[in-house]
Structures are given as C-alpha cells and as structure tokens.
C-alpha cells in the first residue's frame, strides 16, 4: 500500500465522526487546531494536507517545509482559503467536495425562517419563564407570528442550496423569486429577476450565493433601503455578502422586521463584535455560529468525499480538482 504521509490541520471542524478511513489508507497526522504560525511547521514532511478553514497561502506554499506537498484537500465546498495561482505555480492541486452539506443547509435555512415566522423559541422561552401559567385564557399571544403560505421568497444564489430551499419553500405554499447574477449584463435569463426587484417583491430574502468582488456588501444600506420593513433577511451563505452595519441599523430602527444570520464577518467572532453585541440588545436579529452545514450526515459525507478525492488523485484520477 501506498503510504502517502497525510496531516489534518483542523480535525476538530469535524466534531465526532471517525476518521478511521484515513488511517487505514494513509499515514496520518491530525491536529485538531492550527494557528497561523504553525501551519508551516505542521506541513513538513507531508505530502497530503486536509484542510477545512486554515489558509494555504504564497508564503505556505513557497517554503522548504511545502516542498513535498502535492495535495490540498479543502474539506468544504468553498477553497477561498488556498491560493490558487500559488498553488499552480509550485504544482500542488488543489480539490474540494461539492455539494456535500445541501439537506443540512437547506433545512436550517427553512428553520430559520420558520423561526422568525413562529416565533417558537421565544414562546418557548415564554413558558420557561412562567409566563403562560400566568395567561387569564388558555394561549398565550405575545409574539407576532406570520403564515408563510401566499408570501415571496426571494433566493439569491441558485446552486443546490438555493434550488433546495426553494423547493422546501413552495411545499409551504410560498412563492420564489429567483435574483440574476449580480454580474449579470444584458437580458435578463428566463426564470430570473434582477437582484433590486426581488429585493423590493419579496417577503423574505435568503442569501446562498458565493463572496465574490460583485456580491461583498451585496446587502448594503442602499439596497437594504428596497426591502418591504416587514421583510426578513436569511444568510446561511457568507457573512461578507452584508454590511453588517448597515444591517443593525435598519433593525434598530425597524426598517427590517428581522435578519437570521449562520454567517458573519468574523468567525469565531470577538465579544465585542458589533452584530454579537446587536444579538444580545435586538429582539429581531438571529445569530447561530455557523453551523447550518454541521449535521452528522453532512459530515460524514464529507470526510467520505475528501477520502475518494484523495484516493482518486493519487491513482491517477483525480476528482473535484479546482486548481
């Protein structure tokens, strides 16, 4: 067998799912958090390196300790944490797993949205707090709850996630908007809506495109300023695509009915970070620690492809290569 030395630079992303497939092929390390400046260190003598959220960058790849370095295996879908001109350059490929974490992210995102809708952990809370014991009749209706039946969900981002929400969402009765690329020149393609009009029809937005230079700060103050004040905001997608300060002020001052947010600028996030410190004062804003993808079948599936990806490369089929 093959021996290829393999290092895990963040095993701890992949909570309690085994990694035994790996060992049984491979020689492996695993650390199960790297900070910056040991990642060069930990990378000596490997030829294979698993990665989920440690950047891999020119001056990685350009040191003695990459040299034997011939795999990056992203274990997520997005690989904006590798360089991958640099990777090209010094001949390490570069592979990641598509589509790995759609149920899971789909399903949270619907659950999100069933939460502003409902409501139900508040009333729940309510309970908790005795305050339904209290109630002169049998319910209790403190919360504004909505019917998401007849109403308009506007997808941005219409990969497998978005094609799943919107399928989850019409079982509900809901309608879908479907936003263009906001790169998008000339006609508009069939099926689709510029970004600023669904942001104006719909009821409810639900962001699940990539971070690129044309969707950072997509959600700003000006297109946050087209949004119904009864609307809410969904972001399971990257924290980047929102001016989180713009977004805090139109909460604040009611001009959004509410935002559920798996996803901020920085993660993990300090204490004082302006939508944590938002989260503790505003009764309209959701923040979950990005963790949408993270049900253990996800998982498991992921670390399956980041297997297969791994064993294809090396017998000479390589699978999912990105760079």
Same mark, same amino acid.
């Given at each position: ?229 009864? =609307?809410? &905001?969904?972001?399971?997608? +990257? ?7 713009? %977004? #805090?002020? !139109?909460? @604040? /001052?009611?001009?959004?009915?509410? =935002?559920? &947010?798996?996803?901020?600028? +920085? ?7 302006? %939508? #944590?410190? !938002?989260? @503790? /004062? ?20 992921? %670390? ?20």
């Amino acid at each position: 067998m093959n021996r290829h030395k393999l290092v895990f630079l963040d095993a701890v992303t992949y909570g309690n799912v085994s990694l035994k497939r790996f060992f049984d092929r491979w020689e492996c390390t695993v650390h199960q958090v790297t900070r910056p400046a040991e990642t060069l260190r930990r990378l000596g003598g490997h030829s294979i390196v698993v990665t989920n959220k440690v950047v891999i960058d020119e001056a990685v790849l350009s040191s003695a300790e990459a040299r034997e370095l011939k795999l990056i295996a992203v274990a997520a879908t997005g690989t904006d944490i590798i360089d991958a001109d640099a990777a090209g350059k010094f001949g390490v490929k570069v592979c990641n797993v598509p589509g790995y974490a759609t149920q899971s992210v789909s399903q949270f995102t619907v659950a999100l949205i069933l939460e502003l809708a409902t409501r139900a952990s508040r009333y729940r809370q309510s309970v908790k707090d005795g305050d339904w014991q209290k109630s002169p009749v049998f319910a209790l209706v403190n919360q504004a709850g909505i019917e998401l039946s007849g109403k308009e969900l506007g997808i941005v981002g219409y990969g497998n996630i978005g094609k799943s929400v919107a399928q989850i969402a019409r079982s509900f009765g809901m309608k879908v908007l479907v936003a263009a690329r906001p790169e998008t020149e000339g006609p508009i393609p069939a099926g689709r809506v510029p970004v600023e009009q669904l942001l104006r029809e719909s009821d409810i937005v639900s962001l699940h495109c990539p971070l690129t230079p044309q969707t950072r700060n997509l959600i700003n103050q000006q297109t946050l300023a087209l949004m119904k004040p009864t =609307a809410f &905001l969904i972001n399971t997608a +990257r924290g980047a695509l929102i001016d989180e300060g713009a %977004l #805090i002020h !139109a909460l @604040r /001052e009611k001009r959004l009915a509410g =935002a559920a &947010l798996d996803v901020i600028s +920085r993660e993990p996030p300090p204490l004082d970070h302006p %939508l #944590i410190l !938002a989260g @503790r /004062e505003l009764d309209n804003l959701i923040i979950t620690p990005h963790t949408a993808w993270s049900a253990r079948e996800a998982r498991e599936r992921l %670390l399956s492809e980041v297997a297969e990806n791994i064993e294809c490369f090396f017998i000479g089929t390589p699978r999912n290569v990105v760079a």
